[in-house]
């Protein structure tokens, strides 16, 4: 077993972050949105040290404030205090650099940024906030032309692995025995307590755990009962759980709605709460017809597998091995799906017939399509699913992809190349392919 712990090492820098560095240079306003705890703070330390280090920006042309603080929230009382704070802060037009951290809590946040942005002033702003349930209504919208808008989420297994031992990361492209062994090791761990950067600060599970219960305790008493307004967190806690059992499964609104004694509209609205506060994402069927997609059921994801571990009450971390867990298949494409949509690739959808037959996920690409299956098992010369066969020779694919747990190779069905890959894979294979 592998032993290494990156407490006392340097931070990662995230995928995301020559992006939006770059973004730094651009007179519109940089809005970093994302769940909490997943580093956005640390990114914007990164951030202003960049500025200071590599663009000589002097400390005096950089300000940072935290909402959650009171005291940080004086001059944004009112939109005159803060123009005044930024026309007492430059000196010959010397561009500032200010950095509001959880910024929706800011009164018409979205107005008051697109006020002070319409002026013109040498000011370069940089907002952050952990729920879009009020930043897309607060920010986003009033913003729309002003603004670009970054999304962080927890560690894909790139920067975990770069977190965990960044030695291993040659090991991803190298195809002998021993490299994937190693990082298929490392692999089956993260798939069961995630990626949140505090979890990822140990291998010791009672911590992880620990960790984990912090996130989803604030997750329930800031954004659920303080931002949502909801009363029942009972019932709440209970959907997130029926969630967390069938994910990757159709969800049927109606069905979950009885099991609660619920209406099925409240059962829409947590589900709208839980996926505009970055927990899980849908995905909808894919159809030729946009309008019959919207009247499927969808299928539902988690953005990371150790939270919804932890909403299993204990039996998500009760099989530490994850080739013996029962659960080990939805586990493996959870695992997929979130490594696509912290790649930026994030128009997916599934594929279902009416008896049955079924594709994980259909990644679009320019004028085609990928679809690719996902099989938490062994798998031997070339086996396919009789589903798979029959959406390829339905759809001709110039690519179609297996995910599986030991075999890399390339075989033809008809015209289509099907590639074998190993999960880790699956993102810069992706990649290199649309």
């Known amino acids: 077993m592998l032993k290494y712990n990156r407490m006392d090492k340097k931070l990662v820098q995230r995928t995301i972050f020559p992006e939006i560095l770059a973004h730094l240079g651009k007179s519109e306003i940089t809005v970093i949105v ?3 705890q997943t580093g956005k703070t640390t990114l914007v330390n990164q951030l202003k040290e960049k500025l200071l280090s590599d663009q000589k920006i002097s400390t005096e042309q950089i300000f940072y404030f935290n909402l959650d603080v009171v005291s940080d929230r004086r001059i944004f009382i009112t ?3 803060f123009i005044r704070f930024v026309n007492n802060h430059t000196f010959k037009d010397r561009l500032i650099y200010i950095f509001v951290d959880e910024a929706q809590r800011i009164h018409e946040a979205g107005l008051f940024f697109k006020g002070v942005y319409d002026l013109n002033l040498p000011v370069k702003l940089v907002l952050t906030g952990s729920s879009s349930l009020e930043i897309k209504s607060k920010i986003a919208e009033p913003l729309t032309g002003r603004k670009k808008l970054f999304t962080l989420l927890p560690f894909d297994f790139e920067e975990y692995l770069n977190f965990y031992n960044p030695n291993l990361i040659s090991f991803l492209s190298s195809e002998d025995s021993y490299s994937v062994s190693k990082i298929m090791e ?4 993260f798939m069961i307590h995630g990626g949140y950067p505090k979890v990822s600060l140990t291998t010791n599970g ?8 912090e996130i989803f305790t604030s997750y329930l008493e800031k954004d659920v009962v303080s931002l949502a307004k909801i009363k029942d967190q009972y019932a709440f806690s ?21 099991e609660l004694g619920i209406k099925t509209e409240t059962v829409k609205r947590y589900l709208d709460i839980l996926e505009k506060t970055f927990v899980v ?5 894919y159809f030729k017809s946009a309008r019959a ?34 659960d080990k298949g939805a586990l493996l494409e959870d695992f997929v799906f979130c490594e696509l949509i912290k790649k930026g690739i994030n128009d997916l959808n599934f594929w279902r017939t009416k008896d049955g037959a079924e594709v ?3 990644v679009p690409v320019a004028g085609d399509i990928i679809p690719v299956e996902v099989k938490a098992v062994n798998l031997s010369d070339g086996e396919l699913t009789r589903s798979f066969v029959s959406f390829v020779g339905k759809y001709q694919p110039k690519i179609a992809v297996i995910v599986n747990l030991n075999t890399q190779m390339v075989r033809k069905l008809g015209p289509t190349e099907v590639h074998y890959i190993l999960p880790y894979q699956i993102a810069s294979f992706l990649s290199d392919n649309i």
């Open 360 to 362: 994980d996920f259909i």
């Open 238 to 258: 209970k959907f997130v759980k029926i969630i967390a059992q069938e994910m990757g499964n159709l969800f049927n609104a109606d069905k979950t709605s009885q």
């Open 79 to 81: 939109q005159e205090d």
């Open 186 to 189: 490392v692999l089956y761990r």
């Open 281 to 285: 994402k849908r995905i909808a069927p």
């Open 34 to 36: 994302g769940p909490r």
């Open 206 to 213: 009672v911590e992880q755990e620990g960790y984990l219960e």
């Open 293 to 326: 997609e919207i009247r499927k059921m969808p299928k539902i994801y988690y953005v990371d597998s150790g939270l919804r571990n932890y909403t299993l009450e204990g039996r998500g971390f009760s099989e530490p091995n994850f080739l013996s867990r029962n």
